[in-house]
């Protein structure tokens, strides 16, 4: 096995990050065939969970993915917490007709204003998404999903199709779920430091977000959708370069049913790469490509 570690640079800051770093791991098969793995976990995740990303990696590089059984599928572009002039171009990238915004970092009227412009953009037939990534405590939770509900009403979008991880515990988005008609994802909750498991048996969310690379794996991620089944699930890249985001892609791909649109529209997001040509969506669809590792 081969080693080598990489930095890329992102667009926009993400997660209060402007880069990316990691180790790629390269190994041969017995047919003589090149797999590539990343192991590129956040700084602050502990030992536990950055063995979870290392067996994902290996994985990976040992090339023991699963099968696909689709070519592609549907992407949501992503839409950081930007003003609403920027929000429009970020919406329909790719080709997107799906678009997950970024809220609850500012103020409820900027929220407000980002979903009116993405919603406009989007027109009809188009769907938006919120990802909250934790933080909002109950009462504020309901007032924000109604008021951001309302703002998904306008240019012909049907409401918001799921708020992602309002709250940070299991219990608060059970207690939050039975007291919006938005429908609840559970993103962090079923990770940090939750499971899927616990997140199921509190009744907590309607749609699952499943990432390869922090849940440990392709083959992993798949038991984990099994247990989830029939549930919905959106896979989601870790704002990996290209290499790590093949791993979502290769999950999306292997799942028996086809998820909702997936958050593997990332690669749009990387002013640098691993790779001499970034996974990126095409008409709002992403598949998987050989990787030429640079
Ligand atoms: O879901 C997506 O569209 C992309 C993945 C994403 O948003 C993400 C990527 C890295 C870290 C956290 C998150 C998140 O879902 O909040
Ligand atoms: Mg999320």
């Excluded at 791991?25 to 502990?46: C, K, L, M, N, Q």
């Excluded at 429009?88 to 103020?107: C, F, L, M, P």
């Excluded at 699930?233 to 799942?255: D, K, R």
């Amino acid at each position: 096995m081969e080693f080598r570690p990489f930095t890329v640079e992102l667009r926009t800051r993400f997660r209060g990050l402007t880069s990316r770093s990691g180790v790629l791991v390269r190994a041969i098969d017995a047919e003589g065939h090149e797999h590539w793995g990343e192991y590129s976990p956040f700084a602050d995740y502990s030992p536990e969970r950055k063995s979870r990303w290392w067996r994902a990696a290996m994985e990976a590089a040992r090339g023991e993915w699963p099968a696909p059984v689709r070519d592609s599928v549907a992407v949501n572009s992503i839409v950081p917490e930007v003003d609403p002039e920027r929000a429009r171009a970020y919406a329909t990238a790719g080709g997107a007709r799906t678009a997950k915004v970024k809220v609850g970092g500012g103020t409820l009227a900027d929220d407000i204003a980002r979903i009116e412009a993405v919603a406009d953009a989007l027109g009809a037939g188009g769907a938006i998404r919120i990802d909250v990534n934790g933080g909002w405590e109950l009462d504020d939770a309901v007032r924000a999903i109604q008021a951001l509900d309302r703002a998904a009403r306008t240019g012909g979008v049907d409401g918001l199709e799921y708020v992602e991880q309002p709250c940070d515990t299991v219990a608060d988005l059970a207690s939050l779920r039975r007291r919006v008609d938005v429908p609840i994802a559970a993103d962090e909750a079923i990770r940090i430091p939750g499971t899927a498991s616990a997140v199921l048996a509190a009744d907590a969310a309607d749609v699952f977000i499943l990432k390869a690379s922090p849940l440990g794996g392709v083959r992993r991620a798949l038991e984990i959708a099994d247990e989830i089944a029939p549930r919905p699930v959106v896979i989601a890249s870790s704002m990996e370069s290209s290499v790590g985001l093949a791993a979502g892609i290769a999950l999306a791909c292997a799942l028996p049913e086809e998820p909702l649109a997936c958050g593997l529209g990332t690669g749009m997001l990387l002013a640098t790469d691993t790779v001499a040509s970034t996974l990126a969506p095409t008409g709002g669809r992403i598949g998987s490509q050989p990787l030429e590792v640079i």
